[in-house]
């Protein structure tokens, strides 16, 4: 199995920066590549962006953050990260992490496993 935890969420004005971190631990060698998601109140879960861990780092993203959020991976640290910046309040979420159990381009939640327990972020105005 596989253990995800987030951290990093917290409070920030609009046009400033946090950086999510998402540590895994367990059966860490079954991973092949791992996402963000975010849920707003009142919200659908929507996926934020994808990287492959076990081979060229290759990423996707949300249209709504290409240019803002850059997600990377440290494997030695089994830990990716989701750098946010130029952050805006409708970024203002909870943020999950999971690793990716389908094929890769996948948006589906069901595509995902081994979700983390989220990490909040609220952008204020």
């Known amino acids: 199995q596989v253990q995800l935890v987030e951290s990093g969420g917290g409070l920030v004005q609009a046009g400033g920066s946090l950086r999510l971190a998402c540590a895994a631990s367990g059966n860490i060698f079954s991973i092949n590549a791992m996402g963000w998601y975010r849920q707003a109140p009142g919200k659908q879960r929507e996926l934020v962006a994808t990287?492959?861990?076990?081979?060229?780092?290759?990423?996707n993203y949300t249209d709504s953050v290409k240019g803002r959020f850059t997600i990377s991976r440290d494997n030695a640290k089994n830990t990716v990260y989701l750098q946010m910046n130029s952050l805006k309040p409708e970024d203002t979420a909870d943020y999950y992490c999971?690793?990716?159990?389908?094929?890769?381009?996948?948006?589906?939640?069901?595509?995902?496993?081994?979700w983390g327990q989220g990490t909040q972020v609220t952008v204020s105005s």
């Open positions: 990287i492959t861990i076990t081979s060229g780092g290759s990423t």
């Open positions: 999971a690793r990716l159990i389908g094929g890769w381009g996948t948006q589906r939640e069901a595509d995902f496993g081994s």
